[in-house]
Nanobody, 124 residues
Framework: QVHLVESGGGLVQAGGSLRLSCAAS????????MGWFRQAPGAEREFVAAIWSGGSTTFADSVKGRFTISRDNAKNTVFLQMNSLKPEDTAVYYCAAGLLPGDSYSYTVAYEHWGQGTQVTVSS
């Protein structure tokens, strides 16, 4: 079992930055594809970014060029660096781990393990 704990959320003004962390315990993350998702009030949980075990990354169009995802397998931690934040980035952000088949990285059902989420609020 993989236990994931997110941190780093908070309140920031538009244009600011935050760095989210996702610390894992229970199993090493190095074999897992790691994803970040977010969910705004009344909305579906949506894909933000993913990083494969080999280090390849992909991003949702809405955050491309502003967010980066990275992993430190030695520390069993994944990061989401968020720059140029916008009010529409306000959501609860979740990290997830999975041994994903094919190109399923943007689907919540493809991930087996989830954190509890961290709130990000961007004020205008």
């Amino acid at each position: 079992q993989v236990h994931l704990v997110e941190s780093g959320g908070g309140l920031v003004q538009a244009g600011g930055s935050l760095r989210l962390s996702c610390a894992a315990s229970g199993r090493p993350l190095r074999r897992y594809t790691m994803g970040w998702f977010r969910q705004a009030p009344g909305a579906e949980r949506e894909f933000v970014a993913a990083i494969w075990s080999g280090g390849s990354t992909t991003f949702a169009d809405s955050v491309k060029g502003r967010f980066t995802i990275s992993r430190d397998n030695a520390k069993n931690t994944v990061f989401l660096q968020m720059n140029s934040l916008k009010p529409e980035d306000t959501a609860v952000y979740y990290c997830a781990a999975g041994l994903l088949p094919g190109d399923s990285y943007s689907y919540t059902v493809a991930y087996e393990h989830w954190g509890q989420g961290t709130q990000v609020t961007v004020s205008s």
